[in-house]
C-alpha cells in the first residue's frame, strides 16, 4: 500500500480522544490518603533552624528601639536579628508594573526598619534551634514604640488628612478611569436608572496548610535549594536570585505537596524572604511555617470594596450603560512582585461584562491604609464585579417588574456576537451565555421553583432565588503582568521523555496544588503518546528539573500547561514512530502508537511492543541505522498570544431561605453551568467549581477579617473567623457547555476560579430576593445574621 | 528539665519510649518526635481537624491534647490505619470520586469518617454533613466527601 492511500491522519487526541474527557482519578491522591505526602513542615533537616518573628502589636508605630539582651540568652537560640541585619542579606523592593500607569508603593524591606505599618509586621526575628524556643526567646524580645495614628478607614485615606508614606505625596497607590464616551447621555435618555453602593468585607484564602519555606543555603557552592509551598517556583527562584544576590541557575526552588494556595501563596512574603535570607546569614537551613495566627496577620487579605455602580436600561429592558466608582484598600504596601492595582483594575475590566451595553463608565481609586496587605486572592476582582454588576441588573429587573432570568435574556451577549469587543476594551473569542442560561434555567427547574417560591410566601416562608452571570479571565497571555515587567512567565513548557521499558515520564512548570493538574497532564500525556495511564509518571514544582513556567494563578494550568503537555506529548508520538519504523522497516506514516504498542495504522495490528522502542533506542541504537538518532525526549511550550485571556462564561444560582427571626440564611441549594472549553477530567472540574463556589459563600456569608477603628485585626483566628463546613453547605450541581478556544489544540479554558467568582453575586440576589417581601435588602458583605436583622429593623 | 515527663504509649501498635515536655501538644510529638507527619497542624486551637488521631480509639484533636495525656494509651494516626487497612475503603471512595485536592485535611477527615463508618448505620447525606462539620476543607466544595463517605455507609452515592 503505498504513502498516498493512506487516510489522512492527525496524530494524537484529534483522532484517539484517549483519557481526555474522562473522569480518571487522579493517580497523585493516593499518597495524601495515607497521610505520605510532603508538605514543607513534613521535611527533615540536618542542623535546621527555626524563625519565629516578633511582630508588631500595632497597626503604625516608629520602633524607638530594639533589645534582644535577654532574647539571645535564651536556650536554643541561633541569633536574634532586626530589619537592618537582614537588609544586609537581602535587598528591598517596590510592588510597581509598568503597564498599571501611575502605581507607586515605597520600598519594603524583609523586616520592617524604623517602622510598622500593620499589625503584624514582622521587626525582629529569633533563630532557635526548636520552633517552640524560638517562640520561648521572641516572648523576651523587648521593643520600644512610638504609637503613630493609624489611617485604618478607606475614605478617610482617600481624603488623605494623614499619608502613610509621606514621600509619596498622598495615600493613593493607583489610579484609573475608564470612558466610552455617551455615559451621560445615556443615563439622560434612560427610563430607568438604578443605583446601589455594595460593600464587600476584606477576607482571606486560609490556606490550611500555612505559609511554610525550608531555605537551605551551601555556602561551598553559594548555592540556594528553597523548599517552598508556593504556586509559582519560578518566579520565586527569580525573586530569591535577584534580592539575595545568588546566581538564577544557583537557585532551585522545590514545590512539593502543597497544602491549598487560591492565590495566597504566589506572592513575595517579606518574612519568607527573610527565612531565605537567614540562611545565607547563618550557613545552615532554616524553616518558618506561619501559625494560624500569622497566617491571619499577613497571609494577603482581599477585596475590601466600596462600590457605588449605576444602570441605565429602557422599558424594554435593554441595558444601555453602566457607571462605577470604586474605592478599595490594599494595606500599606502594594504587594510585590503582581502588584496590589490589579484586584480594582480587574474590577473596572469585568464589570457588566456578561452584557451587550456599549456605553461604560468607571472611575477606580486604590489607597493605602494601615491594615494587612492585600493582593491576588482566587477569581481576582471577579467576586466584587459579579457581585455589583449582578445585584444592580436585579434591582433594573425589580424596577422594571420584570423576572430576573428574562431581564439578562435580553441582555446577555448573543453566541452568535463573537468575536466581541466588551465597552472597558478586553475581546472575547467565543462565549455561551445563552446556552448557559437557558441550561441553568432547566437543570434547576426555574418556573417550579417560582411557582413553590410564591406558594410559600403566602406562608410567610422567605425563599429567594439569585443568579449571577459571569465572564472570568482564564490563560492570560504576557498581557497580564509580563508587558508591566513583572519576570512572570505567561509561557509554560513541558517535557516529556519516554523511558526504555516504555513509560512516559512528564515534566512541566504548572504546579500542583491538589487541583489535579498532575492528573490531567498524565492523561492529555497518555492519550497524546497512545499508552495507557498507569504508564505516566508526572513530576512538577521543582526548577531544577522542570522547564521555566510560570507555575499556577489566573487559571492557567490545564490551558496552558496542559497545551504544553499535548505538543510535546505529540512530538514524542512522533519520534517514538521514527525509531518503530527504522525497527520495522516500514514507513512511519504506515504506523501509530495505542494500549503501549506501535500498531499499523489501518489494521490496528500490533506491531511492536512501546518497551521495545525503548529498549532498542536505549540499550541497542547499534542495530537502528547509523544515520539514525532516536530522540525520546521532546520539549514544547505554549503561549496563548492572539487574546490577552481566553475568557469563559458561566453562570450560578443559589436558593436560600431566611428566617427573619435570627437572620440566619438557609442554602438550600446552589447550581452551576460552566463554559471552560474542552473538559478534560470532569469529576476535577467539578469538584474544583463546588471548592469555588463554596469559597465564594464563604465570602458572602460568613468571612470578614474584621478591624477595630485602632487597626487591630479583632478576629484573626479560625475560631472568631468562620470559614464553610460541610453542615452547612449545600449540595452543588454543576453541568458544562463546552467551547473549546480555538488557540489551542487542546481547546481548555480555565475553571478553577469560577466557583470563587459567581458564587456571592448569587447568593447576594437570592438573600434580597427572599427578603424583597418585607421590603428589606442587603448590600453588604458578609450577609451576617446581625446585617440581615437589621435589613429587617429587628435589631438597631 | 523538671517540667520533662517519661512517657511510654503504644503508637500504631509499636511500644514507645520518650521523654517529653510537659506542654508539647501529641500532634507536635508524632510528627517531632516520631516523624509520623500524617496528622497536620492547622490551626492548633481545636477547630479545623487536621491534626485528628485516635487515642484508645476514640477520634481527638491532637493540638489540644498533650503529649503526656497520652501516657499508657494507645495512638493510632493515619499511617497506621492505612497500613492496617481499616480505612481502604474510605480510602479508595475518597479516591475514585476526586473526595480531596490538596489533601492536608484529608487523614483527618478520613478519621472522623471511619467513625461514622466503625457505628454501622446508615446516614442521610444531612447526618454526613453534621458528622464531619469539625473537619474543615478549603479546597473541596464537600459535595464529594459527602458522596464517598455515603458511598461506604450506604453501599451507594
Known amino acids: 500500500m503505498g504513502k498516498a492511500e493512506l487516510p489522512l491522519h492527525a496524530p494524537g487526541t484529534q483522532t484517539d480522544k484517549g483519557y481526555i474527557g474522562q473522569s480518571v482519578p487522579r493517580p497523585n491522591a493516593q499518597r495524601l490518603l495515607q497521610g505520605r505526602g510532603a508538605f514543607v513542615d513534613d521535611l527533615r533537616f540536618p542542623r535546621l533552624a527555626h524563625a519565629v518573628f516578633v511582630r508588631s502589636p500595632h497597626a503604625h508605630a516608629r520602633i524607638r528601639k530594639l533589645d534582644f539582651a535577654k532574647a539571645r540568652e535564651a536556650r536554643g537560640v541561633v541569633a536574634v536579628l532586626d530589619g537592618r541585619a537582614v537588609a544586609e542579606y537581602c535587598t528591598p523592593w517596590v510592588g510597581v508594573l509598568g503597564h498599571l500607569k501611575g502605581i507607586k508603593s515605597p520600598p519594603q524591606h524583609a523586616i520592617a526598619i524604623e517602622r510598622a505599618c500593620w499589625q503584624g509586621e514582622a521587626v525582629a526575628v529569633v533563630v532557635a534551634e526548636s520552633r517552640s524556643q524560638g517562640e520561648d526567646a521572641a516572648a523576651l524580645v523587648e521593643v520600644d514604640w512610638e504609637e503613630l495614628p493609624a489611617v485604618v478607614d478607606m475614605e478617610r485615606s482617600l481624603a488623605g488628612e494623614r499619608v502613610i508614606h509621606p514621600e509619596l505625596g498622598d495615600n493613593v497607590c493607583f489610579k484609573r478611569e475608564h470612558d466610552t464616551g455617551g455615559v451621560d447621555e445615556a443615563f439622560a435618555r434612560a427610563d430607568v436608572v438604578v443605583e446601589e453602593t455594595f460593600h464587600f468585607g476584606r477576607h482571606t484564602g486560609v490556606c490550611l496548610e500555612g505559609r511554610s519555606i525550608l531555605a537551605d543555603y551551601n555556602a561551598a557552592e553559594h548555592s540556594l535549594t528553597v523548599y517552598h509551598s508556593t504556586q509559582a517556583p519560578h518566579m520565586m527562584q527569580d525573586i530569591f536570585s535577584r534580592h539575595l544576590g545568588i546566581p538564577e541557575g544557583s537557585v532551585r526552588v522545590i514545590a512539593k505537596d502543597v497544602g491549598g494556595s487560591y492565590g495566597i501563596k504566589v506572592h513575595v512574603y517579606p518574612d519568607e524572604m527573610a527565612t531565605a535570607a537567614l540562611s545565607v546569614m547563618l550557613r545552615r537551613p532554616v524553616k518558618f511555617v506561619a501559625d494560624r495566627l500569622e497566617s491571619f496577620l499577613t497571609d494577603i487579605h482581599a477585596r475590601e470594596h466600596r462600590v457605588k455602580v449605576r444602570l441605565a436600561c429602557t422599558k424594554a429592558g435593554e441595558i444601555l450603560a453602566f457607571d462605577l466608582d470604586d474605592l478599595t484598600a490594599i494595606g500599606p504596601y502594594s504587594v510585590y512582585p503582581r502588584t496590589s492595582g490589579i484586584e480594582g483594575n480587574q474590577v473596572v475590566n469585568l464589570t457588566g461584562g456578561p452584557y451587550r451595553h456599549q456605553k461604560y463608565r468607571a472611575k477606580m481609586h486604590v489607597v493605602f491604609t494601615n491594615k494587612n496587605v492585600t493582593c491576588q486572592y482566587r477569581a481576582v476582582g471577579h467576586p466584587i464585579a459579579v457581585a455589583l454588576t449582578e445585584g444592580i441588573v436585579d434591582l433594573a429587573a425589580e424596577k422594571l417588574g420584570m423576572d430576573p432570568a428574562e431581564f439578562r435574556r435580553r441582555n446577555l451577549i448573543p453566541d452568535d456576537a463573537y468575536p466581541y469587543t466588551f465597552p472597558s476594551g478586553i475581546k472575547f473569542e467565543k462565549l455561551s451565555h445563552q446556552q448557559t442560561l437557558e441550561k441553568l434555567l432547566a437543570l434547576m427547574d426555574y418556573r417550579k421553583l417560582r411557582a413553590q417560591q410564591a406558594d410559600l410566601r403566602k406562608k410567610n416562608v422567605l425563599r429567594g432565588i439569585g443568579l449571577a452571570a459571569m465572564i472570568e479571565v482564564t490563560n492570560p497571555s504576557p498581557a497580564f503582568y509580563g508587558v508591566g515587567g513583572a519576570r512572570i512567565s505567561a509561557q509554560d513548557g513541558a517535557t516529556l521523555r519516554l523511558e526504555p521499558t516504555g513509560m512516559v515520564t512528564v515534566l512541566c512548570g504548572v504546579t500542583e496544588q491538589g487541583q489535579g493538574t498532575e492528573g490531567i497532564f498524565a492523561q492529555i500525556a497518555a492519550s497524546a503518546v497512545g499508552v495507557t495511564m498507569d504508564k505516566v509518571r508526572v513530576i512538577t514544582g521543582d526548577t531544577g528539573v522542570t522547564p521555566y513556567g510560570g507555575g499556577t494563578w489566573a487559571s492557567r494550568g490545564a490551558g496552558i500547561g496542559g497545551e504544553a503537555v499535548l505538543l510535546a506529548g505529540r512530538a514524542l508520538r512522533a519520534n517514538a514512530l521514527d525509531v518503530a519504523a527504522a525497527v520495522l522497516k516500514m514507513d512511519k506514516h504506515e504506523l501509530d502508537i495505542a494500549g503501549n504498542q506501535v500498531i499499523h495504522r489501518l489494521t490496528r495490528e500490533p506491531k511492536l511492543p512501546l518497551a521495545e522502542v525503548g529498549r532498542i533506542a536505549h540499550f541497542r541504537p547499534d542495530t537502528l541505522p547509523a544515520d539514525f538518532q532516536a530522540e525520546l525526549t521532546v520539549t514544547r511550550h505554549y503561549t496563548p498570544r492572539q487574546y490577552g485571556f481566553t475568557f469563559t462564561n458561566g453562570i450560578q444560582a443559589s436558593h436560600v431561605e431566611i428566617d427573619p427571626d435570627t437572620g440566619f440564611v438557609k442554602l438550600l441549594g446552589h447550581w452551576c453551568v460552566e463554559d471552560s472549553g474542552t473538559v478534560i477530567n470532569p469529576m476535577l472540574v467539578d469538584e474544583q467549581l463546588r471548592g469555588g463556589v463554596v469559597q465564594g459563600i464563604g465570602a458572602a456569608l460568613f468571612e470578614e477579617c474584621v478591624y477595630s477603628p485602632e487597626g487591630q485585626l479583632l478576629n484573626g483566628n479560625l475560631a472568631d473567623y468562620l470559614v464553610p463546613m460541610a453542615g452547612e453547605m449545600p449540595d452543588i450541581v454543576c453541568a458544562h457547555v463546552e467551547t473549546p478556544t480555538r488557540q489551542s489544540q487542546l481547546g481548555a479554558k480555565g475553571v478553577g476560579e469560577a466557583g470563587t467568582a459567581g458564587a456571592p453575586g448569587a447568593v447576594m440576589n437570592a438573600i434580597n430576593d427572599a427578603l424583597a417581601p418585607l421590603g428589606a435588602r442587603v448590600t453588604a458583605m458578609p450577609f451576617t445574621p446581625e446585617r440581615i436583622l437589621k435589613a429587617l429593623k429587628k435589631v438597631p | ?157
Open chain 2, 1 to 157: 528539665m523538671e517540667h520533662d515527663f517519661d512517657i511510654t504509649l503504644t503508637v500504631n501498635g509499636v511500644r514507645v519510649q520518650r521523654r517529653v515536655e510537659a506542654r508539647q501538644h501529641l500532634v507536635d510529638f508524632l510528627r517531632e518526635d516520631l516523624g509520623l507527619t500524617g496528622a497536620h497542624a492547622g490551626c492548633e486551637h481545636g477547630v479545623c481537624g487536621a491534626c485528628t488521631v485516635r487515642v484508645d480509639g476514640e477520634i481527638v484533636r491532637g493540638c489540644l491534647m498533650l503529649a503526656v495525656q497520652a501516657n499508657g494509651r494507645r495512638v493510632d494516626t493515619i499511617e497506621g490505619l492505612s497500613d492496617s487497612g481499616e480505612l481502604a475503603a474510605l480510602q479508595k471512595a475518597f479516591h475514585e470520586r476526586n473526595a480531596l485536592q490538596c489533601g492536608f485535611c484529608t487523614p483527618g477527615m478520613l478519621l472522623a469518617a471511619q467513625e461514622l463508618v466503625r457505628a454501622g448505620k446508615k446516614r442521610s447525606r444531612e447526618e454526613i454533613r453534621a458528622h464531619i462539620s469539625g473537619n474543615y476543607c478549603r479546597c473541596t466544595g464537600y459535595h464529594a466527601i459527602v458522596d464517598a463517605i455515603e458511598q461506604v455507609l450506604n453501599g451507594q452515592g
